[in-house]
């Protein structure tokens, strides 16, 4: 790439339609993308019989896989007299200790939106063969040579257990990242699109699962089986409600649904329908007790119940509810514990994220640097690559690979993008009618119109809209009429005469001109938003930003856009700052593979992974770590045997 080429011009291209492939990745198709690797890795290696191919950054070489939990912060041990505390654990501790540990995540089986797109991996299972293990041993593949033909475009294939391990990571990272970033994160049951066939499914299991259970109560003897099995479960779904101190509530929940004496009695054909009815009602008094206020209307309506099938239903949706409220509230609680150790924890699982890539011959970081490398040009200092790198993603061209770095908050600037292009086209049309109206009837009351505009362009022009063409074609024919009517009724007050058909042509024209790829005026709003967020970048708390001229007309709107913006990127920067600049100072270049080495892994990539599993080192440290890794190839080289 020539660097000392001027950056281009600001992307005018509209938001890609769904399903394209320059829309942003979901994790989920990430998590497809890896699992697509893993299944189709390079040929294997040519190596000699006494070589092996280790990782100097992997704890064993004959056998390695990541640390990754089921469940972020909360699975790592304590510290055992280490001098040094490993941040991950010091979370877990403090999260421990006030019993609020982020496994009640998983345990009640909640998700996020987001989060929802991982679930159902299943598609990814690898079927394995009896007599072959996947495995990349050196020394299994010369003891078993038709295996090394039988895999031979899957030497590096792992296990499903492994995969599995290694997405749960990735599906932690994601977690942790978004109660961090999002302040208004939440948790959601995850609800199917109507008429979808797991819809379908799901209500369909659910009815038979009640019918079936009216039946067996009102059959000729009663089957109270299904009822004591349904027992076992809302007392340990009440248990399960409760906190650690709760420990006399939870005494008196355990001898009242005694589940042993309930048995005897429906053993003995002791339990009869109003054994129910003093159960229900202690259950309802009980969730009454641990409810929150906004869930009393929902347990209230529970004593109007007088069928025990629709009791028992009612009792399981509340217990539902009530375990999303509580699982929200410790995620609430745990939020600043997360928050104090989710940069080392990102760096640590995107350093896990790379090696994987490394493994399947690929590399992690190349969307990141063709990022960073479109503004590296020459005597530019660091801090300016980066900061004018993160105003190009406020409106990204999607023609180039998106960086690998930003992957968690592709979702977010996907819609801070449509949002920046929707101020600039408003802004555009505000701008353009103003003038047409200034040249065509004069007068002194610009401004007014300007800003009668832009609160009905707002509305007229949605976010919605930036997603389609078609859609953004009606919103500009919208904006058009509605410039044309603001413009008539202000020439009204001021000339008192209607404009005529020529004019409202003219008027017409210029605001559904926007929309077109070359309109200079946006444009301009579009590079001046990308500007202010390089300065606002650079800036960081050192001094005030000025809005650059030209955006006055959409200053507040542009100012909430990029405060949110801001909030992300400053995350960012302190989870890869170092990162960015070991790239544009050349540290970080792209790896060479073992096959390259023979036999050994990148020393610049080791060092990399090094890096960004342990707190921050300077320079000097950076270049010890250099030449210990060079010093231990070549030790490793030397001792391989003469091939001549």
């Not at 009896?130 to 899957?154: C, G, M």
């Not at 000729?220 to 349904?230: D, G, V």
């Not at 340990?236 to 101190?245: F, N, R, V, Y």
């Not at 078609?470 to 413009?487: D, I, P, T």
Request: hydrophobic fraction near 35%; glycine fraction near 4%.
């Amino acid at each position: 790439m020539d660097r000392s080429k001027p950056e281009s011009k600001p992307s005018t291209s509209k938001a890609p339609p769904p399903g394209s492939k320059s829309r942003f990745p979901t994790v989920k198709e990430f998590c497809a993308q890896l699992a697509d690797k893993l299944a189709d890795p390079p040929a294997p290696v040519e190596v000699d019989s006494d070589t092996k191919i280790l990782s100097p950054v992997s704890s064993t070489a004959s056998d390695w896989k990541f640390e990754c939990n089921t469940v972020p912060l909360d699975t790592y041990a304590c510290n055992n007299g280490r001098d040094e505390v490993d941040p991950e654990e010091a979370a877990a501790a403090e999260i421990r200790n006030n019993n609020i540990g982020a496994s009640i995540i998983s345990a009640l089986g909640f998700t996020s939106p987001h989060l929802q797109q991982i679930s159902g991996l299943a598609f990814l299972e690898t079927p394995e063969d009896e007599d072959l293990k996947p495995t990349h041993s050196v020394e299994y593949f010369r003891e078993h040579p038709s295996a090394q033909a039988q895999l031979a475009p899957n030497p590096l294939r792992l296990p499903h257990e492994d995969l599995k391990n290694i997405l749960a990571g990735f599906t932690n990272m994601f977690l942790a990242h978004e109660v961090s970033v999002n302040e208004d994160f939440r948790l959601e049951r995850f609800i199917p699109k109507q008429d979808t066939i797991e819809a379908r499914v799901q209500a369909q299991m659910k009815r038979a699962f009640w019918d079936i259970f009216d039946e067996n109560i009102k059959a000729k003897p009663p089957n109270y089986s299904h009822a004591l099995t349904i027992f076992k479960e809302i007392k340990q779904g009440i248990l399960s409600l409760l906190l650690p101190h709760n420990r006399n509530l939870r005494q008196r929940i355990t001898q009242s649904l005694d589940i042993g004496l309930i048995r005897n009695q429906i053993k003995n054909n002791a339990f009869d329908p109003t054994d129910f009815k003093s159960y229900t009602d202690y259950v309802i008094e009980v969730l009454s007790q641990i409810c929150c206020p906004s869930r009393d209307p929902d347990v209230n309506a529970l004593r109007d119940l007088h069928s025990a099938t629709r009791i028992f239903k009612g009792i399981f949706e509340t217990l539902d509810k009530m375990k999303l409220d509580m699982a929200n509230f410790l995620v609430l609680e745990s939020r600043p514990a997360i928050i104090q150790h989710c940069v080392q924890y990102e760096k640590h699982k995107f350093a896990d994220f790379l090696e994987l890539e490394y493994r399947l011959h690929d590399d992690g970081l190349k969307g990141t640097r063709l990022w960073l490398f479109r503004h590296k040009i020459e005597n530019r200092e660091t801090k300016v690559i980066i900061a004018k790198a993160f105003g190009e993603i406020i409106n990204y061209n999607h023609e180039f690979p998106w960086p690998e770095t930003l992957s968690l908050d592709a979702g977010r600037l996907q819609d801070l993008n449509l949002q920046t292009r929707r101020l600039a086209i408003i802004g555009a049309s505000v701008l353009s009618v103003g003038t047409v109206y200034q040249v065509m009837f004069g007068g002194t009351l610009i401004t007014e119109l300007r800003d009668k505009c832009k609160k009905h362009m707002k509305l007229l022009l949605t976010i919605d809209d930036m997603k389609n063409d078609e859609k953004l074609n009606e919103g500009m024919f919208r904006l058009a009429e509605e410039g044309c009517s603001l413009c008539n009724e202000f020439v009204k007050n001021q000339l008192m005469r209607d404009i005529n058909a020529s004019e409202k042509d003219s008027i017409r024209k210029c605001v559904l001109e926007v929309n077109t790829t070359d309109h200079k005026i946006r444009i301009l709003l579009l590079r001046r938003i990308m500007d202010y967020v390089g300065e606002v970048t650079l800036a960081q708390y050192a001094y005030p930003v000025q809005m650059p001229a030209g955006l006055t007309v959409i200053h507040y709107e542009v100012s909430g856009t990029i405060a949110q913006f801001y909030r992300i990127i400053m995350h960012n920067r302190r989870v890869y700052g170092d990162l960015y600049r070991g790239i544009c100072k050349g540290r970080v270049p792209t790896p060479k593979y073992p096959e390259e080495l023979n036999g050994e892994w990148d020393p610049d990539f080791c060092i990399l992974l090094r890096t960004l599993r342990s707190r921050h080192i300077d320079n000097e440290l950076h270049q010890r770590m250099r030449d210990e890794e060079i010093q231990r190839v070549k030790e490793a080289q030397s001792h391989l045997p003469d091939t001549e």
